[in-house]
């Protein structure tokens, strides 16, 4: 894509030794030929000259007679201009980056004054959370973004985010049997591996071949979970090589983690055999988990991401207004340290995810929403370096693992050069590898829990459950569709540092084991479907992590 006019003025400017004001950048934009015109100013400049003003190019293109005495004095210290590159190149630099992000940037708007930051959680991990409510509405100190950008964003060069296992161009599954064979299976070999180590398991049909009253494990698939007369338990658990039942005895201390446990998940039981053989009674259930050892890795300087998530673009209930608040945010200094944006799925409302979706729509094209998403994406400053993946809403398939988008929806959303991966992956940023996932699954997992504490309330304590599962979708049908690939995208082979999740539109921030978790809410204020079940989203909220102490504060527009 060629140089924006403003940008071109200010390399052709830095390339001569010189800075610029923003308003001398705009006078030299807009004059009749750009390129004719910095040459001028820049020849005309003094010995002096460090940043030229605009009452320099003012004097310039408004005076010929000026431009040509300037002219002869630059003539005469052309030396000094070029002594004086190094030495502003580091401002040279700053002031093209301040114009790239000056292009994208909400000219007319001002940002709100910050409110008082109050304590809200302490995750186990030692991070700590805190919640800051920035008022819009609130004219005190306002700054206009542009302003904002040129003082508080200058010199900005982020590392791009590293990504992992995306299926994005990797998807070859044809949806027939075999498909699904060789994805569990693939499920099954790798999650296994995790527990055999901590028990000492057998086959299933070895199981059979072992005397009654022996020590025995099983690892396995939970294949069937269904209660018996005497309100035992009894869990089926399905290998390579057939199915074993295990009974879990309702007085054990222990046996409400069958209230945890998911058709599909691998798990490992240890216990003794029945006398006759046949049925394992169950001493301990495993869980594949995040070893309690873990210690995240964090960033070598201070360095913060937002995390956001369901923008919902398109929607009537789009909050538009909060998301231009929190665009201006972005723009000023005490957001300097924020040079990463993560969004986790939902860019737009999209058309069709239910019946009479289009009564509550404001664009009813989805072309044109992601368009609209894009002019929205505008807003954030230029220099942040942009992951985004699919949600359910979203132009792709349902069936997870979800590709990126196609070329086409691309293309639209080319605003900042975003990096648009599958859903799940894993992207590093700064050290720090932060694990997005739509989330999806958190329903499944929210509506199949006895603990009152996995809620929609506390979508964190669901994300934990996915983490001790070591998979972000363990349960087949009901509300998930998964795709069959070579191999099983969905495990959780290497433990994250951070869970980022959405897709419920409630804030939770917690932490599991030591990786941080966060779900970030939403931008859409609450919808007819979430009122007749008693949802009130979280709108307008942005947490913001600090990835050398994975520290979160959370900020409301």
């Given at each position: 894509?060629?140089?924006?006019?403003?940008?071109?003025?200010?390399?052709?400017?830095?390339?001569?030794?010189?800075?610029?004001?923003?308003?001398?950048?705009?006078?030299?934009?807009?004059?009749?030929?750009?390129?004719?015109?910095?040459?001028?100013?820049?020849?005309?400049?003094?010995?002096?000259?460090?940043?030229?003003?605009?009452?320099?190019?003012?004097?310039?293109?408004?005076?010929?007679?000026?431009?040509?005495?300037?002219?002869?004095?630059?003539?005469?210290?052309?030396?000094?201009?070029?002594?004086?590159?190094?030495?502003?190149?580091?401002?040279?630099?700053?002031?093209?980056?301040?114009?790239?992000?000056?292009?994208?940037?909400?000219?007319?708007?001002?940002?709100?004054?910050?409110?008082?930051?109050?304590?809200?959680?302490?995750?186990?991990?030692?991070?700590?959370?805190?919640?800051?409510?920035?008022?819009?509405?609130?004219?005190?100190?306002?700054?206009?973004?542009?302003?904002?950008?040129?003082?508080?964003?200058?010199?900005?060069?982020?590392?791009?985010?590293?990504?992992?296992?995306?299926?994005?161009?990797?998807?070859?599954?044809?949806?027939?049997?075999?498909?699904?064979?060789?994805?569990?299976?693939?499920?099954?070999?790798?999650?296994?591996?995790?527990?055999?180590?901590?028990?000492?398991?057998?086959?299933?049909?070895?199981?059979?071949?072992m005397p009654g009253g022996s020590d025995a494990a099983i690892v396995g698939m939970v294949n069937d979970i269904r209660s018996?007369?005497?309100?035992?338990?009894?869990?089926?658990?399905?290998?390579?090589?057939?199915?074993?039942?295990?009974?879990?005895?309702?007085?054990?201390?222990?046996?409400?983690?069958?209230?945890?446990?998911?058709?599909?998940?691998?798990?490992?039981?240890?216990?003794?055999?029945?006398?006759?053989?046949?049925?394992?009674?169950?001493?301990?259930?495993?869980?594949?988990?995040?070893?309690?050892?873990?210690?995240?890795?964090?960033?070598?300087?201070?360095?913060?991401?937002?995390?956001?998530?369901?923008?919902?673009?398109?929607?009537?209930?789009?909050?538009?207004?909060?998301?231009?608040?929190?665009?201006?945010?972005?723009?000023?200094?005490?957001?300097?340290?924020?040079?990463?944006?993560?969004?986790?799925?939902?860019?737009?409302?999209?058309?069709?995810?239910?019946?009479?979706?289009?009564?509550?729509?404001?664009?009813?094209?989805?072309?044109?929403?992601?368009?609209?998403?894009?002019?929205?994406?505008?807003?954030?400053?230029?220099?942040?370096?942009?992951?985004?993946?699919?949600?359910?809403?979203?132009?792709?398939?349902?069936?997870?693992?979800?590709?990126?988008?196609?070329?086409?929806?691309?293309?639209?959303?080319?605003?900042?050069?975003?990096?648009?991966?599958?859903?799940?992956?894993?992207?590093?940023?700064?050290?720090?590898?932060?694990?997005?996932?739509?989330?999806?699954?958190?329903?499944?997992?929210?509506?199949?829990?006895?603990?009152?504490?996995?809620?929609?309330?506390?979508?964190?304590?669901?994300?934990?459950?996915?983490l001790k599962k070591r998979h972000v979708a363990p349960q087949y049908g009901g509300r998930m569709r998964v795709a069959p690939?070579?191999?099983?995208?969905?495990?959780?082979?290497?433990?994250?540092?951070?869970?980022?999740?959405?897709?419920?539109?409630?804030?939770?921030?917690?932490?599991?084991?030591?990786?941080?978790?966060?779900?970030?809410?939403?931008?859409?204020?609450?919808?007819?479907?979430?009122?007749?079940?008693?949802?009130?989203?979280?709108?307008?909220?942005?947490?913001?992590?600090?990835?050398?102490?994975?520290?979160?504060?959370?900020?409301?527009?």
């Amino acid at each position: 894509m060629p140089d924006s006019t403003p940008v071109r003025v200010v390399r052709e400017l830095a390339r001569r030794g010189y800075n610029a004001e923003r308003d001398a950048v705009t006078l030299i934009a807009d004059a009749s030929d750009p390129d004719a015109a910095a040459e001028r100013v820049a020849d005309a400049a003094g010995d002096d000259a460090l940043t030229l003003t605009a009452a320099d190019v003012r004097g310039v293109l408004d005076d010929g007679s000026r431009t040509s005495a300037r002219s002869a004095d630059a003539a005469s210290t052309d030396g000094g201009a070029t002594a004086r590159a190094p030495e502003t190149e580091g401002n040279a630099t700053d002031s093209v980056q301040a114009a790239d992000a000056r292009e994208t940037a909400a000219n007319d708007d001002t940002r709100g004054g910050m409110g008082d930051a109050n304590a809200l959680d302490t995750p186990a991990c030692g991070a700590t959370t805190r919640e800051t409510e920035t008022d819009s509405s609130d004219a005190t100190d306002t700054i206009a973004p542009s302003d904002a950008t040129s003082t508080a964003r200058d010199g900005r060069s982020p590392p791009p985010p590293e990504v992992a296992g995306d299926v994005t161009g990797h998807s070859t599954g044809t949806g027939e049997y075999g498909d699904f064979v060789t994805v569990f299976r693939d499920r099954y070999e790798r999650l296994s591996k995790k527990l055999r180590g901590r028990v000492n398991h057998r086959p299933t049909d070895a199981l059979d071949a072992m005397p009654g009253g022996s020590d025995a494990a099983i690892v396995g698939m939970v294949n069937d979970i269904r209660s018996t007369a005497s309100g035992h338990w009894l869990v089926e658990l399905e290998d390579t090589n057939g199915t074993f039942p295990a009974l879990i005895m309702k007085d054990r201390d222990w046996a409400d983690v069958v209230d945890e446990l998911l058709l599909d998940e691998v798990i490992a039981i240890e216990g003794t055999l029945a006398d006759d053989g046949g049925i394992l009674f169950a001493d301990s259930v495993h869980f594949p988990d995040v070893p309690r050892t873990y210690r995240p890795s964090t960033a070598d300087r201070h360095v913060q991401a937002a995390l956001v998530s369901d923008v919902h673009v398109g929607s009537q209930e789009f909050a538009g207004e909060r998301w231009d608040a929190f665009a201006d945010w972005l723009h000023t200094p005490e957001a300097e340290s924020v040079e990463y944006l993560l969004v986790g799925g939902d860019m737009v409302e999209g058309v069709g995810v239910y019946p009479d979706q289009d009564e509550e729509l404001d664009i009813v094209d989805v072309y044109e929403q992601y368009r609209a998403f894009s002019e929205r994406l505008k807003d954030v400053p230029g220099d942040m370096e942009i992951v985004m993946i699919p949600g359910n809403h979203d132009a792709v398939r349902l069936a997870e693992p979800q590709p990126g988008f196609d070329e086409e929806l691309r293309d639209i959303m080319s605003a900042h050069d975003a990096r648009i991966v599958g859903n799940p992956a894993t992207v590093t940023v700064e050290g720090v590898d932060v694990l997005m996932y739509h989330g999806v699954s958190l329903d499944e997992v929210i509506a199949e829990h006895g603990d009152e504490a996995v809620s929609y309330d506390a979508p964190h304590n669901a994300m934990a459950q996915l983490l001790k599962k070591r998979h972000v979708a363990p349960q087949y049908g009901g509300r998930m569709r998964v795709a069959p690939e070579e191999k099983d995208y969905l495990v959780i082979d290497d433990v994250p540092d951070v869970f980022h999740t959405g897709h419920v539109h409630k804030l939770g921030i917690g932490a599991y084991h030591n990786v941080t978790l966060i779900n970030s809410g939403s931008w859409q204020e609450q919808t007819a479907f979430q009122e007749s079940v008693n949802i009130d989203p979280d709108v307008g909220t942005a947490p913001i992590l600090d990835l050398d102490t994975l520290d979160v504060t959370v900020r409301k527009f």
